[in-house]
């Protein structure tokens, strides 16, 4: 029988795209408090900054291109045999870009709006601002990232437990291992007999739970796995 391949990718698999990631030096949470930008109390706070930390990012996504990694993933789901999920923590769209079919975005995407108001999410067409209204129900001012920040909820979390259960691989690539539940699903893998790997720059903060690591770039170690 073809195994079954549950994939995790953080920040690290867009870093040679251009994006940055976060705790590596020089990374976002080297730039700015993450108390103020990736909590809803940070939101409420100052909420135009908020935004304003999104719409630069946003922005600066136009300029950059999917890796040798991002392509690679898309052909494993093309052309597997066998069951391939794909789950990223990212919120960018470089594996889409990239041919991917199915990701699975646990922290929300960057191109989404979510309105507080009544949940509608939309397209982010331009800067989101205090100044919009949700085009659902017409409230004004109500309109945040649809992006999932500390003490929030991920996304599709009971889907993403069922596949990673399903799985006979688990393979996290390009994430420090930092960030709960993500982080916990090397143990949870261990704990149900699924076989590990990861591919990352360097050890991760779990990396002694994984069966098997390789350090270096993605851009080499994915296509390298692909193959
Ligand atoms: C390369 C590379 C190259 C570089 N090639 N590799 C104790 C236990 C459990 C939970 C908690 C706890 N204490 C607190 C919590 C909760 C909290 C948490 O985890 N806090 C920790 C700091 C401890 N978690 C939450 O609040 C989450 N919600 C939650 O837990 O709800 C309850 C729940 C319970 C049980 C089940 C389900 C739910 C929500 C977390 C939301 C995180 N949000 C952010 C922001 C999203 C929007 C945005 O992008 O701004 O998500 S934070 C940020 O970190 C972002 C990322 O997705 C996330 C992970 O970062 P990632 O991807 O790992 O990036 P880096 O920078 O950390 O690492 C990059 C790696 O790449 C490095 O290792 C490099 O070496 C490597 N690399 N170049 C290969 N070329």
Not at 44 to 58: G, L, Q, T
Not at 69 to 91: C, K, M, S
Not at 126 to 134: F, I, K, P, R
Not at 146 to 165: A, C, H, Q, S, T
Request: aromatic residues 8%; hydrophobic residues 40%.
């Amino acid at each position: 029988m073809t195994a079954s391949i549950f994939i995790l990718t953080g920040a690290g698999i867009s870093a040679e795209s251009g994006v940055e990631t976060f705790r590596d030096k020089g990374g976002l949470w080297s730039k700015v408090k993450l108390e103020d930008v990736a909590t809803p109390e940070g939101f409420s706070r100052d909420p135009e900054a908020v935004h304003a930390f999104y719409n630069a990012r946003r922005a600066s996504l136009l300029g950059v291109a999917p890796n040798p990694a991002h392509y690679a993933l898309a052909r494993l789901e093309r052309e597997y045999p066998g069951d391939v999920t794909l789950v990223t923590q990212n919120i960018d769209d470089l594996h889409e870009r990239a041919g991917s079919q199915a990701v699975i975005h646990m922290h929300g995407e960057l191109s989404l709006s979510l309105c507080v108001h009544c949940g509608a999410k939309a397209k982010a067409e331009s800067d989101l601002s205090l100044a919009l209204a949700c085009t659902a129900c017409g409230t004004a001012g109500s309109l945040r990232p649809d992006v999932v920040w500390f003490g929030e909820m991920p996304y599709r979390m009971n889907e993403i437990y069922e596949k990673l259960m399903d799985a006979d691989l688990f393979v996290s690539i390009g994430t420090s291992g930092a960030v709960y539940p993500a982080a916990g699903f090397v143990a949870e893998a261990r704990t149900a007999g699924i076989r590990s790997l990861e591919l990352n720059l360097e050890p991760s903060d779990g990396t002694f739970l994984f069966d098997e690591a390789r350090h270096g770039p993605a851009s080499k170690l994915v296509p390298a796995f692909v193959e």
